[in-house]
């Protein structure tokens, strides 16, 4: 272990999984890269202009969801590998795609002008299958970022309101049936709900804060141009964006603000979208480089 690296989170003793995983987007590519950032390993990579969104691991980190340049929305193996389009056909770029805890959704943005939330079933269907959880109702507003609930029966997100002459920003949560919308954190985005949903993680004023599940008891945990929170799978460390001097690499921070600590920079390419893929069962392979 290096010095000031992050604690590992690595499989039960006596199973026959690989470690929890880094995940990030190297440029137009996805890398995957050891829980303190090195061991730095290529994941899935595009030609430009056509790139990737940030990965989703399934619950058992065997899959990844992800938008994949003309492709749209698929779900690929550990190698890589399309196993399956979920939807065709973004008409506009999407960013965050994120699969359930119970592994049967997976919650994304419409895309474009007053894009919507939906889901849509992680085995397929394509647009036939979406279900529109919640649609601003006019083109100047929209939404984006969503994260579930422990339970997979909620969804929060950023939605960014146009109110003339100025437009409304906040995390909101939904209910997979479109009941129950409400505001949970005002001036806010980019929600992350922790693991055991218990705590949620978000940015305000290029802020990561962390409050209770309900928005209550808010508590700034790093503070920078920051941006993307992402839970590790235990709890123990949010990853996150954060820019210095044009320039963007993927950090870390302990839920209570202590131990921050750069995980990914490198002079060839912006660090960014982090997630974190859950202990695997490992299938060998060569590891191919990262960019």
């Not at 056509?50 to 698929?74: D, H, I, N, Q, T």
């Amino acid at each position: 272990m290096i010095a000031g690296a992050a604690t590992a989170e690595p499989a039960r003793k006596g199973s026959a999984l690989a470690p929890v995983r880094l995940t990030f987007r190297a440029g137009s590519s996805i890398c995957t890269a050891h829980v303190d950032g090195t061991q730095r390993s290529g994941f899935v990579r595009m030609r430009p202009p056509w790139a990737v969104s940030r990965a989703s691991w399934s619950p058992g980190g065997k899959y990844a969801a992800l938008l994949r340049g003309k492709s749209g929305l698929v779900v690929v193996d550990q190698r890589s590998r399309v196993l399956r389009h979920v939807i065709r056909h973004f008409s506009y770029g999407s960013e965050d795609p994120v699969w359930s805890p119970d592994g049967r959704w997976i919650a994304v943005e419409g895309g474009g002008h007053g894009s919507p939330i939906g889901i849509v079933p992680a085995r397929g269907g394509g647009w036939a299958a979406w279900r529109e959880v919640w649609s601003p109702g006019d083109l100047e507003s929209g939404a984006d970022s969503p994260t579930w609930t422990a339970d997979s029966r909620h969804v929060a997100f950023a939605a960014h309101l146009f109110r003339p002459p100025s437009v409304e920003h906040g995390v909101y949560t939904v209910g997979i049936d479109g009941s129950g919308f409400r505001l949970l954190v005002p001036d806010a985005v980019m929600p992350a709900y922790s693991p055991d949903g218990l705590q949620l993680a978000y940015v305000r004023a290029g802020d990561i804060w962390v409050s209770d599940a309900d928005g209550t008891n808010p508590r700034r945990v790093a503070n920078g141009a920051d941006a993307r929170p992402a839970w590790s799978p235990r709890g123990r460390l949010i990853a996150f964006e954060r820019i210095v001097d044009g320039h963007t690499s993927i950090y870390a921070v302990k839920p209570d603000g202590s131990g921050e600590r750069v995980l990914v920079s490198s002079p060839r390419y912006n660090a960014t979208m982090p997630s974190w893929r859950p202990p695997a069962p490992f299938h060998g392979g060569r590891r191919r480089p990262c960019p």
